[in-house]
Every structure is written in structure tokens, then in C-alpha cells.
């Protein structure tokens, strides 16, 4: 996967603009980044990362910002550290959040390696490999259901 | 052991005596509030995929705000969905085109001292003002509110921001959370609990109080707390428990400030961490915005009016109410009369500008000074606008001056 860089504080209007939020997430996606990085939702292949500074998906409690990444492709999330809000929320969709403290050190256009579940980044292009806070259990087992709903369904499902 | 506020009203919705920091813990909810954007329209497809109802239609509040007025055929299908929806779920407790969420939910009386609640929106630490552990949540982990009642917590610790002395004239409770958002970062709040303390801080009105919880998302804390007192129960007319923290409670930082020393604050483009006093800006301004949440209660409309009574505005001056109670209050008492002749447009009680949603954006080029929370790039229309936070008084000064001005100067 390829990485697509960003810096610190990037936040929830940059990724899914407030004007677009009465729209589908089809709609939303097409507008990811474009006060930033126009054309960002295009150029994006499916499978690849986005990584961020310090405090990434800051801003608004939507839930339309990590949508919108996942509806494009984006299989990953690496910052050096997450809005506890986003973070939640990300999670809760089903797309994995990875926090690593030197997420600082890949550059734009890098290829990755992720292992969510191991909390590891191989970095292809460098060489090195990153470490990750791991994502607690009781969150990956949401991940790995495809997010909070597909979850909730498996547990109302499961006879009392 | 002493315990945080946060500490013990985390350790009552959890059900154990002790909760350590850092602990992860199953809270019960006792309130869920949604708006137009977040809520019905979200949440009502994902229940019908579930065949899953609300685990309590008592305990959840619905409020129209962000599509308000509607405007297309997309903002009116928004808002019809939320008409629809509570009647259906159940839902006694709608507000419909009454303001915004945050102020509308405490105008009410559905806030509480020891309450644990959930919002559908960034801002609801607000409701901390009131003594309650109140935050916000994407609209998935709210259908998981609404089916279960519960919601997973990381216990958090308490940063305190204690502030003795008291305000000066001209200088208001954005401009604190403005100084401590340009101090601290917005990740200053660590997604822990911030408690707001000191002389300074039991001075100020529920409202003021509201817009320093209200910020303290910009903070980056999960919630923002403030004690129960008088203050609380006046404005909640009604008899409520005092809910505080414990002498010598551990915290993760303990920020001492004198509150007498703080100017009055202005955030440059494009974050509210850009921010420096008011007199190392002169930048001309060609749009003055008085509204929401965090801008224009009732206590932010008076703070307005104290410097526009007898002036005029020299730029474009918008004012949109946060709450219909606050206008019309507003209106009674004349304050809305002196926004009104020093030249303000009144627009409806909605959040509108404030998240570029609504009619009203930013066109190229503008450049704008806002009482608002947020000055992202693009957030209020164009991504070539420049908008400016600052309090009410300041965005005042600001219009009569037709650049960014020092209010003390007018007050004097």
C-alpha cells in the first residue's frame, strides 16, 4: 500500500467538508481533502494508507470523515497521534487507527507494510520497520466484524 | 482515596466504587442527545438493519439545528426525517427549530449534576458545565447508545486549568479557552477530562461556563468539568447535589493562572491554536459574525451589545441567536434592539455559518472575525476565506472599527 502523507491537526472539515454533509458518502468522498490536497480523491488506489501528525481528525464528532476515507480505498489510518473522538469513530466504522510515534518518519508516496492486529509497519521503500500502540481487543474484535454495526448485529443475533 | 469529579461521576454510570485512570470501563447512559445531521437520518436506517428500538425513548433528547432554516430539497428531507423519526421511535423530548443543541439541552432542564450523558456532536462537552460527564460520539457508537444504553470509557485523568483573581472588563470566557487552546495545542486536552477551577471560574455565569466546556473540543478533551454550586442550581431553578472533586485528587497537570492578566484573544487563520492578545492584530475585516454555540447566548449577545449600544458597524454584521428563549429574552430586555440599530442582520437560531452549513458561506476572499469555535480552512465556505476567532466583545469592536480592535477601548 501506498502512504499519503499528511502534517499535524488535520482535521474532520478538511476531510469530509462541512457543505457536502447533507449529501451520500459518495458524494462526500469525492470532496476528501480538497481544500488541501484537491484531487486527493481521485488519485487514491484502494489499499492504501493515510498518515498523519499529531492530533489527526481533529475537529467534528462526524462520522462521515473516516467514511469517507474508507469508501475510497484507504485500508489503514497511521498518525503519530488520533482525536480521541475520530479515533472512536474510525474504529467504529471498521477501518483501523494505528498510533505510532514515529509515523513522522514516512514520506509521501512510501510503500507500507501494515499489520494491524501485530501493531508493525514495515516500510518497504526505507526498509525500517515502526512500532504501534496496539489496538486494544475489545476494539479489534469490532474491527474485525467490519465495524460497530455488523458487530451489535452478531450480538443481538447470539441467543441470550 | 480522593477522586476527580471526573473520577466520580465515571465510578456512579460504571457502577464501581474506585476507577483508576486509564481503566476501561461500561458506563450507563442517562442521556442521549442528537441533532438533525447526526441523528435521525443517520441512526434510523442502521436500527432498521438491527430490528433493534431505543433501550429508553426517555432518555434521549432530538434537536433541530444544523438544517435549520432548510433550504433545499436535501436540508428539508434532513429535517423531515427528524419530525418523522421521534414519533415513531417514541421520542417525547424534541426540539424542533427552538436552537441549538448544546444550549437548547440545559435551557430545558435535561441536564443534571452527576448525570452521564452522550452527544451526537463534538461540542457536547458543554453539558460538563453542569457537573456532568458529557461528550461527544460519531453517529455508529450512538445507534450503540441507542440499542444498549452503554458506551465503553477509558477512565480519564483530570488536567486541571485553575484560574484565581477574576476576569477583566472587555475579557470573557472564549478568550480563556483561546489563550489555553494557543498555550496547550489542540491536543493540549489529551482526550482526558479538563476541569475548569478557581475564583475566576466560580464567577462566571452558567453560560460562560458553557462556552469554556463547550471549547474544550478544540482543547482535545474528551469533556470539560466544572463543579456544581449556586450558580447551577440558580440557573437550573431547581434544588441540585454539588458534585466536586476531592482535596488533593491526583491529576495528570495541575496549569495555575492569574485570571486579572489575560487580554482579550484573537485566533488567526486557520486554527484556533493560532492565537495571540488582541493588539498584535490590525487586519481589516469585512464580515463580523455573532453566533453559535460558543457565541451567542444570551450572555454573549449582552457582551455584544455593551459595545455596539450607541455605534455603528462598519462591516457586514451577522448575529444568529444560539437559542429562540435567548432572542426573545434578547428582545425583552433591548439587548437585541442595540445589535439591531448598530446595523446587525439577524439570521435564524441554527448553527448555520459556523459549519459552512446553510446558505450563508464565505466567498472568496472574505475575510471574517467570528465568536465561533472553529476557523479551519473551508470550514465556513471558501477555502480562500480568512476567518479570525474572538468573544463577542472583541468581534463587536472589531465591526465598529472595521478591523480588529481592542474592545476595552470602546468600554472604557
Known amino acids: ?160 | 482515596m480522593p477522586r476527580t469529579l471526573a473520577q466520580k461521576l465515571v465510578a456512579r454510570a460504571s457502577g464501581g466504587e474506585q476507577v483508576t485512570p486509564g481503566e476501561i470501563v461500561t458506563c450507563k447512559v442517562d442521556l442521549a442527545m442528537v441533532h438533525d445531521s447526526s441523528g435521525p437520518r443517520r441512526l434510523k436506517p442502521r436500527l432498521e438493519r438491527l430490528g433493534a428500538k431505543l433501550w429508553d425513548p426517555s432518555k434521549v433528547v432530538v434537536i433541530t439545528d444544523h438544517y435549520l432554516p432548510a433550504y433545499d430539497d436535501e436540508s428539508r428531507k434532513i429535517i423531515q426525517i427528524a419530525r418523522d423519526w421521534v414519533k415513531e421511535a417514541g421520542v417525547g423530548a424534541f426540539y424542533d427549530a427552538q436552537g441549538i443543541c448544546h444550549v437548547v439541552l440545559p435551557e430545558r432542564g435535561h441536564l443534571r449534576p452527576g448525570m452521564f450523558a452522550v452527544g451526537g456532536d463534538s461540542h457536547s462537552p458543554t453539558g460538563g458545565a453542569f457537573a456532568a460527564y458529557m461528550f461527544g460520539i460519531g453517529a455508529t457508537e450512538m445507534l450503540g447508545v441507542m440499542v444498549t444504553g452503554e458506551i465503553w470509557l477509558k477512565v480519564p485523568h483530570t488536567i486541571a486549568m485553575d484560574f484565581d483573581g477574576g476576569l477583566s472588563p472587555g475579557v470573557s470566557a472564549k478568550d480563556v479557552m483561546l489563550f489555553l487552546i494557543g498555550r496547550f495545542g489542540m491536543d493540549g486536552g489529551q482526550y482526558q477530562a479538563v476541569e475548569y477551577r478557581g475564583p475566576a471560574i466560580r464567577a462566571l455565569s452558567m453560560q460562560e461556563r458553557m462556552t469554556l466546556c463547550n471549547m474544550t473540543a478544540e482543547l482535545g478533551g474528551q469533556t470539560g468539568l466544572i463543579a456544581s454550586d449556586s450558580v447551577t442550581e440558580e440557573f437550573l431553578k431547581k434544588k441540585i447535589e454539588i458534585w466536586d472533586g476531592d482535596a488533593g485528587a491526583p491529576l495528570l497537570a495541575h496549569h495555575k493562572f492569574d485570571a486579572g492578566e489575560l487580554a482579550p484573544q484573537v485566533a488567526a487563520p486557520h486554527s484556533p491554536a493560532n492565537t495571540r492578545a488582541v493588539g498584535e492584530f490590525r487586519e481589516k475585516v469585512d464580515l463580523a459574525y455573532i453566533g453559535a454555540c460558543t457565541g451567542a447566548k444570551l450572555d454573549d449577545l449582552r457582551m455584544a451589545a455593551s459595545v455596539l449600544k450607541g455605534r455603528k458597524s462598519k462591516v457586514k454584521l451577522l448575529v444568529a441567536p444560539a437559542s429562540l428563549r435567548d432572542q426573545q429574552a434578547a428582545e425583552k430586555e433591548g439587548t437585541l434592539g442595540i445589535l439591531l440599530d448598530a446595523g446587525a442582520e439577524l439570521l435564524a437560531n441554527s448553527c448555520g455559518m459556523c459549519a459552512g452549513y446553510g446558505e450563508n458561506l464565505l466567498p472568496d476572499g472574505a475575510v471574517a472575525i467570528s465568536t465561533t469555535a472553529r476557523n479551519f480552512k473551508g470550514r465556513m465556505g471558501s477555502a480562500s476565506a480568512q476567518v479570525y476567532l474572538a468573544s463577542p466583545y472583541t468581534v463587536a469592536a472589531s465591526a465598529v472599527a472595521g478591523r480588529i480592535a481592542d474592545p476595552r477601548e470602546l468600554l472604557a
Request: aromatic share 6%; net charge neutral.
Open chain 1, 1 to 160: 500500500m501506498r502512504a499519503w502523507v499528511f502534517g499535524d491537526n488535520v482535521d474532520t472539515d478538511a476531510i469530509a467538508p462541512g457543505r457536502y454533509m447533507k449529501l451520500g458518502i459518495e458524494e462526500i468522498a469525492r470532496h476528501c481533502f480538497e481544500a488541501v490536497d484537491p484531487g486527493f480523491a481521485t488519485k487514491v488506489k484502494n489499499g492504501d494508507a493515510v498518515v498523519g501528525g499529531r492530533n489527526f481528525g481533529t475537529g467534528s464528532s462526524r462520522e462521515q470523515a473516516p467514511e469517507a476515507l474508507k469508501h475510497l480505498g484507504v485500508a489503514v489510518l497511521v498518525a503519530e497521534s488520533f482525536s480521541g473522538l475520530f479515533y472512536r469513530n474510525a474504529i467504529n466504522l471498521g477501518l483501523p487507527a494505528l498510533a505510532c510515534a514515529q509515523a513522522k518518519r514516512i514520506r509521501q508516496g512510501d510503500l507500507l507494510k501494515v499489520d494491524p492486529l501485530g501493531g508493525t509497519i514495515e516500510n518497504l521503500t526505507t526498509g525500517e520497520t515502526l512500532e504501534c500502540e496496539p489496538i486494544p481487543p475489545f476494539l479489534m474484535s469490532i474491527i474485525r466484524d467490519g465495524g460497530l454495526l455488523p458487530h451489535l448485529e452478531k450480538r443481538l443475533a447470539r441467543p441470550a
